[in-house]
Structure formats: structure tokens, C-alpha cells
């Protein structure tokens, strides 16, 4: 089992700036990477930005790339999603997710259903 908290969110301007972070317990040696995903009220959850744990490698939406940056503090093991120049439209329950590792081929962080344990959300309301 691996737990996850997040933290970070809040109400924030457009063009305004926040940092989610994600911490890990628990197995964490079994996690492969680490991914976020959001949900806006009537809407399907979708992928936001993925990091993987050995390689470093990172993915992120076309919504928010360029706006974005998903790091990792190694000793913490803690994954953070640094979001800049926020519109109305990234307003949404921001989750965090974590895979195990196992193979994965072509666009599979993409999926939630990749994810095997997920944190309880937080909310990031962007006002006009």
C-alpha cells in the first residue's frame, strides 16, 4: 500500500500562481511514477502532468504545458506540480496519483486506470 496526501490548493487570481504537492508513505520502493490529475464539476478527470521516480521523466497536458513544472523531492518523496499564470479554467479537485512498476508502453500515463493509488484531492478555485 502507498498513501498519499495532498496540499497546496486554494483560491487564487487568474494570472496568479500555486504549488501542489504530493507525499508518499508507505511502499514507496514499488512506485514507479507519480501523476496528477483534475477534476471541474460535470467533467471526466483528466491527466494534468506524470513523473517517473528512476528517470525523471516527465509529461504533462497540453493545457497546462509551458505553465507547469512537476518535480521531485527525493528525500521527502514528495512530488510537487508548480502551476504559473493560472486561468479560470484550470479551476478544478486536483489529485494525485501513483503507479506501480510494471512495463508500460506508448501514452499510458494518460489513463487513470494506469494509477494504482490515489490521494483524496484538493481544490484549486481560479477567480477571474
Known amino acids: 500500500q502507498v498513501q498519499l496526501v495532498e496540499s497546496g490548493g486554494g483560491l487564487v487570481q487568474a494570472g496568479g500562481s500555486l504549488r501542489l504537492s504530493c507525499a508518499a508513505s508507505?511502499?514507496?520502493?514499488?512506485?514507479?511514477?507519480t501523476g496528477w490529475f483534475r477534476q471541474a464539476p460535470g467533467k471526466e478527470r483528466e491527466f494534468v502532468a506524470a513523473?517517473?521516480?528512476?528517470?525523471?521523466?516527465?509529461y504533462y497536458a497540453d493545457s497546462v504545458k509551458g505553465r507547469s513544472t512537476i518535480s521531485r523531492d527525493n528525500a521527502k518523496n514528495t512530488v510537487n506540480l508548480q502551476m504559473n499564470s493560472l486561468k479560470p479554467e484550470d479551476t478544478a479537485v486536483y489529485y494525485c496519483a501513483v503507479a506501480r512498476s510494471r512495463v508500460y508502453i506508448g501514452n499510458w500515463y494518460l489513463s487513470p486506470l494506469k494509477y494504482d493509488y490515489w490521494g483524496q484531492g484538493t481544490q484549486v478555485t481560479v477567480s477571474p
Open positions: 513523473l517517473t521516480w528512476s528517470g525523471g521523466t516527465t
Open positions: 508507505g511502499r514507496t520502493f514499488s512506485v514507479y511514477a
